[in-house]
């Protein structure tokens, strides 16, 4: 009864405050990126890195969303927010990782009507895998990304890409996912009040 219950919670539609705090939260977590990505732009070695920092730091933020809604579309929606507000900017592969991201994510969490910790962080991992996909490690697939999609001076640009494709670069993924792991615990830890309250367990 008590799990039928839950189900029965979790697919309730979203509310005008649901709304409200999925947007007002999705709009931090953008800004968020957008302050770090400006601050590691000096010196251009650091440019694949703004995505672990960005994860580690917005944990909580990503967090309290599913937390704090718990209904379908708490994890989507963020994601497609983010995503458009980039591809606005020319950022149009941040959509296309945020689209996979957010679909997979969604399903994942829905699956335990977001009750499960685990599965958020499962979410988190792929929201950022996908940000770092459409902002850092494109330049991997793409030549000449940078001065064709984000606009760079031809010089900045190729510095840019010399430190996405290399070493640098190619550990900056891995560390991405630990630092989603890290920050997923932070905001864990962070959030706990509000997970007690959401009946929020840890697998």
Known sequence: M????????????LKARDFATLGIFSALL??????????????????????????????PLYLMMPAK?????????????IGVIWALMGGMFVLVGMVIAGIVGEIIVTRTNYKSFAAMTVAYVLFIVAYHFGSVSIAWIVSDYFTQFASYPAEIAAMMEGAINSLNGYVSIMASVAGALVGALFGRAVLKKHFVAAGVVQG
């Open 2 to 13: 008590a799990e039928q219950m839950r189900t029965t919670a979790a697919s309730k539609g």
């Open 30 to 59: 953008f800004v968020l990126t957008m302050v770090v990505g400006m601050l590691m732009n000096n010196p251009l070695a650091l440019v694949p890195w703004a995505p672990t920092v960005i994860a580690v730091v917005g944990g």
């Open 69 to 81: 809604v718990g209904k379908r579309g708490a994890i989507l929606i963020p994601a497609l927010v």
